[in-house]
């Protein structure tokens, strides 16, 4: 009988995926901070500035009244506000009834992944890349490619690379970010629109993962939606608007996936949370206050790019939007995991070990957040320095 339960309760082979690393380093640094010590978060990919105040003001307003379902693609004058967002930033015009609302980025792949492909298809993200992006596919029966990026091709996808990973095996799809996350790079729009070309015309689809859109230093971020109507876009409003908690998000899908996305919506959440959806529409006119907040990522972008070099770590990738500075630790370990513990518990500074983001060279690489403040990116620098002299 007993050995009948544990069939019963064996877990599924689809749950059966890595864990998202960030999250066990947050849980480490809890462990620290609770015995006294003050750690300095650079692990997590979260802004440390609220919400736009205009978000904030229109969630207590709402309070108030009732908060009921919406539609399943999110309220109308959200989406209409979204798509007027494309004309202001990118002279895109936008019919609102390509925008769905969703819980954060992270539901907009779930729902893109499953109205995309097939289970068994093939589909190519950049490596180094975004965790959820494979253990998402995974989970959906899907298989992620990982495509090798390097400093020869600025660490951007090429259309090389993808078409001779689709000459092995067919690729059903290629999702992109510009800006990247964990490298923070970025396409030059240029490249951009020949990677989307190239692929579109093999008949791979194409998503365009813009989370790190607002937040771009080098030159101006490039929507797929400037090249191509059938790229699906993904975007929220966690990063630039600083809203990681309202988990709010959306996609601008092609207008032959629109139903098939609605339909999946309803069935799978019925709608998002209408509070966040209130907060993220008021969120628009709290731009000025968000670019301040850029602002102060600059500077502590140009702490590290001065600070790093003279305490050791002296390599890193192009940093060229997003708020993540992706430095090469291999003079000192080729063990990124174990250098960051030690790091974590030496010296009290959290950072995520490149395994998370790159199976295969990530052992060399550590990402750091720099969403925090000024001060604590200054004291990261010299406890980083102090650490390492003492190695």
């Known amino acids: 009988m ?33 015995a006294g010590h003050r750690v300095i978060h650079m692990e997590v990919g979260q802004p440390a500035a609220p919400a736009p105040q205009s978000a904030i003001a229109a969630a207590r307003r709402a309070l108030d009244g009732p908060l009921r379902y919406t539609e399943a693609l999110g309220i ?17 015009d936008l019919d609102p009834a390509r925008v769905i609302v969703t819980t954060g980025s992270s539901a907009g792949f779930i729902l893109a992944f499953l109205s ?54 067919k690729l059903a799809g290629l999702l992109i970010a510009s800006p990247a996350n964990p490298t923070g790079t970025m396409m030059r729009p240029e490249a951009f629109a020949d990677l989307i070309r190239a692929t ?18 080098a030159f ?13 876009v993904i975007n929220s409003f966690s990063k630039y608007f600083c809203m990681t908690g309202w988990r709010i998000g959306w996609i601008v899908a092609p207008e032959p996936l629109v139903r098939p996305i609605d339909r999946l919506q309803g069935n799978l959440a019925i709608s ?18 968000m670019d301040a ?11 590290l790019i001065e600070g790093l070099p003279k305490a050791g770590l002296d390599t890193f990738l192009p940093v060229d939007g997003a708020f993540y500075l992706y430095a090469n630790i291999a003079r000192f370990s080729d063990d990124s995991f174990a250098f960051a513990k030690s790091m974590l518990e030496e010296a009290h500074v959290a950072a995520t070990p490149g395994v998370d983001f790159d199976p295969r060279d990530g052992r060399h690489y550590l990402r750091f957040c720099y969403a925090q403040s000024q001060a604590d ?9 102090q650490w390492l002299r003492r190695r």
């Open 116 to 169: 995309m492909f097939e289970p068994g298809d093939r589909v190519g993200i950049a490596n180094p890349g975004y965790p959820p992006y494979r253990h998402i596919l995974t989970a959906l029966g899907c298989e992620p490619v990982l495509i090798e990026t390097s400093a020869q091709t600025r660490w951007a996808v090429t259309p090389e690379a993808v078409l001779a990973e689709h000459r092995k095996a």
């Open 2 to 34: 007993l050995d009948r339960a544990r069939d019963i309760l064996t877990p599924s082979a689809r749950s059966d995926v890595p864990a998202f690393m960030v999250m066990d380093v947050i849980a480490e640094a809890t462990r620290i901070e609770a």
């Open 293 to 303: 907040v850029k602002h102060g990522y600059e500077d502590n972008r140009r702490i």
């Open 272 to 289: 998002v949370p209408t509070l966040s959806q209130i907060a993220a529409e008021a969120a628009f006119d709290g731009r000025a206050e």
């Open 377 to 385: 990116m200054r004291e990261a620098v010299e406890r980083i320095g």
């Open 220 to 232: 101006p971020a490039e929507t797929a939606l400037r090249i191509s109507d059938r790229a699906l």
């Open 200 to 217: 579109e015309g093999e008949g791979i689809r194409f998503i365009s993962d813009e989370i790190y859109h607002g937040l771009d230093y």
């Open 76 to 92: 109308a004058s959200l989406r209409a506000r979204i798509a007027r967002h494309y004309g202001e930033a990118y002279k895109v």
